[in-house]
């Protein structure tokens, strides 16, 4: 991210510590749902760990990304800057429903917000870089983007398919 790092590096560094916060939070969230949803006996769940562990992997890869380039613009990934502390307590409230007893449906409830504005994040950088016409940082955050489309997609069915048996088949969650 060439043109990018040299428009404003502290700014550039400030908000990829704010994604960095996020997908390690991410990590989090999934490690503990894939333990959740491993102990139960939810069928229609466990069919999807395949795809919750890829997930969860993407994070790691996304928090692991955000680290390099940060060291790459002379930053400090351990450093906590005023974005990070922000999306930390944020982040406070999903995981004290994630990390308590909480249902799975509750739990997932918790997972598509995280996952919304995990996408909204990537997608606020890809609009910065196109904004600045940094091609090569667009497509790093696009390719990030899109995996982020395939998060929401998952927890947004799974949320679907809790609302539906609680509504239309009078099930308990
Ligand atoms: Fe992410
Ligand atoms: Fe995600």
Not at 4 to 21: D, F, M, Q, W, Y
Not at 32 to 44: E, F, N, P, Y
Not at 59 to 74: K, P
Not at 103 to 116: G, I, K
């Amino acid at each position: 991210m060439e043109i990018l790092g040299k428009t404003n590096p502290e700014k550039v560094i400030e908000l990829l510590s704010e994604r960095l916060a996020y997908e390690r939070s991410g990590v989090k969230l999934y490690d503990a749902i894939l333990k959740k949803v491993k102990a139960s006996r939810h069928t229609q769940l466990k069919k999807l760990q395949k795809e919750l562990k890829e997930h969860r992997d993407q994070e790691v890869e996304h928090a692991e990304w955000c680290e390099e380039q940060i060291r790459a613009l002379g930053g400090d990934p351990e450093l906590e800057t005023e974005k990070s502390l922000l999306v930390e307590t944020e982040a406070q409230g999903l995981e004290q429903i994630i990390f308590s007893d909480a249902p799975l449906s509750q739990m997932f409830h918790a997972l598509n917000l995280a996952e919304l504005g995990d996408n909204a994040g990537w997608a606020q950088l890809v609009g910065l870089a196109e904004q600045c016409g940094d091609d090569d940082a667009r497509a790093e955050f696009q390719e990030r983007l899109e995996h982020e489309e395939e998060h929401l997609r998952l927890t947004h069915r799974v949320l679907g398919m809790f609302v539906r048996a609680e509504v239309l088949e009078g099930e308990m969650a």
